[in-house]
């Protein structure tokens, strides 16, 4: 496959395991990441009155897998959306659907994606291995 090239592969491939989705659960409850802040008013520089709250974040280095589809239920739809849309120079290269999504794909390594992004979270860099690249 084309994981098979990919260096990030190359470090995991010798350490996935499967296991049932009850034992899944007790291991995601006993690993993830849990932390209590409050939130800071930012013309006080203080605490803000009752604003304490808790956020969870999965482990460093953690692989999510899943597959995106294109379903274009309409064959020309997006093709004569784009033909009257300016756009930019990046826009104009989006062929379909499934390019717009893989053009996001490019920039969750920077911006992150989810809540706490300011604080560096939600960085994820996308390792494809599908056919449809």
Known sequence: SKL???NE???VEQKIY???DKLFTQI????LETRTSVAINPETGAAEDQALFTYEAIPRATWLIST?????YKSNGFKNMMENYEGNEKTRNWESP???VEAGF???????IGGMTTRGFGRMKIISGGDNQ
Do not use: R
Request: proline letters at 0%; glycine letters at 4%; aromatic letters at 10%.
């Open 18 to 20: 499967m296991v049932s």
């Open 9 to 11: 592969w190359k470090v």
């Open 68 to 72: 995106v589809i294109q379903d274009d």
């Open 106 to 112: 490019k920039v969750f390594e920077y911006l992150g």
């Open 98 to 100: 499934i390019t717009v």
């Open 28 to 31: 995601v409850n006993d690993n």
């Open 4 to 6: 098979d090239n990919l």
